[in-house]
């Protein structure tokens, strides 16, 4: 590899990890409820307790998994897919697979992350607070608006960084 390849995915990776401890350590609604549904060979899960609600399909090549506290967490995956949605604290994460692999997480106030692959994945979709993140098929590339936000399609080379004010993009 290059050196500025290296360098460049170094500093990517960087971001990635910061963005991902950023919202491990996002603390979530004491008082909400806390969910998970498990979408496995051909089943499908979704639950609703007061503000907090998941979802989760899957066919039976497939696996899908969402968490929700205090947010709306859907993931739905087909064709050897795997799906990952995470609504917390207000946001909502929704992934959908199609043969590939996808996970978003929106944490906060007015978050949404939402992703959607086929044979494309693997994708990563984050938001913060007021953040909107989109991980599209590689013609309709990636989107990061709002508030803290990170979207990235790995197969297709496609990023973007947004942190409220600025947004970075890759093509």
Known sequence: MEHTTVSTAGVFLGVVVAALGTLAIAA???SAASLSCTGQAGRAETVI???SACAANADPSSNSVAFATDGVGFAD???AGAALGVGLDGG???AEA???AVAAVAVGP???AIGTVT???PALVLSGPGGQALV???ARGVVCSGGPSLAINFFAGQACLSDGTTVWQLP
């Open 119 to 121: 044979d494309t994945g």
């Open 110 to 112: 007015g978050s949404v």
């Open 98 to 100: 199609r043969g590939g």
């Open 49 to 51: 307790v007061g503000r």
């Open 92 to 94: 909502v994460g929704a």
């Open 28 to 30: 979530a609604t004491a």
């Open 136 to 138: 599209a098929e590689p």
């Open 77 to 79: 995956a087909a064709q």
